[in-house]
């Protein structure tokens, strides 16, 4: 049976962005007659907002979805950390004391300011054990070993994808220094003990998917399915951001948005073209749009958003996939 999941964090209200991609994360598990898994992923303490898990629980409800069992990643530590542990013992990971000034300096090319550099693998080989590189500064991260070559997969939506993660990443993050898990670690972990086989997010994660891959692989645990969704940007062209306050969920409700009618928005913006009154998108429950779901018709064009478009209902439609 497949099993898919919604995987929050409790950092902040959820908005539209978000409700399409775990409007659509639903949509195809239950279309498939699968499972799904609601997962608070709550591992990053510092930015984890007071009350914000029991308001994406409403969010999501009154989006009209439901979930078949329900976790908190960080009652699942023990198992991350024996995950890291095998990792370190089998030698594909290492530990890391460098900061982030030590890697930009070792870099000589500039880097769009959404991207990290590349680390540059200051640290691989250079300590014995975790316990030694913390003696000699206090703390360590832990790296993954970035092996030579390009790793390839087939995204559901995107099709045939390639990174060389060598020149892309280098050897990439998987426990923070003070030993919390890195996320690619914690999903990689907690999918495979979850029985999660189809994984539908956002493309801006299609890079950190060859990450988990190389992860899969060094744990020996069978990887999901893969669908990446188009991404919705604000009216200037930005990935739209929690902090995007006018268009969160509570602030549309606020407004008077329906659920039918966000959810009619969030087809239409995909592709998934319903008839609308005058041309606006339909407006219909999200287990009415099971019945007009499939991620092959969906468009991979990003949608461009503004609040005033929720509410009367236009939308900007997307690019030709």
Known sequence: MLVGRLAPSPTGALHVGHARSFLLAWCA???AGGRVVLRVEDLDAPR???LAEDALRRDLEWLGLDWDEEHRQSDTLTRIHTALERLLEAGVAYPCICSRGDIRR???????????PAYPGTCRGRFASLEAATREAGRAAV????????IRFTDEVYGAQRFDLAKLTGDFLIARHGGAPAYQLAVVVDDHAQGITQVVRGRDLLESTAQQRLLYAALGFEPPRFAHLPLVLDEHGKRLAKRSD??????LRAR???????????????GLNLEGVAGAPAALSARE???????ERLHTGDTRLT?????SGAVQPPKPS
């Open 29 to 31: 598990a239950r279309a």
């Open 48 to 50: 984890v907002v007071p």
């Open 106 to 116: 070792a870099q000589s090319a500039p880097h769009a300011e959404d991207r990290a």
């Open 143 to 150: 790296r993954f070993a970035v092996p030579p070559g390009i």
């Open 246 to 251: 006018a268009v969160s969920l509570q602030a």
């Open 256 to 270: 008077g948005v329906s659920p039918e009618r966000l959810v009619g928005w969030a087809a239409e913006s995909v």
């Open 289 to 295: 749009l099971l019945a007009h779901f499939s991620l």
């Open 307 to 311: 609040e005033q478009a929720l509410v």
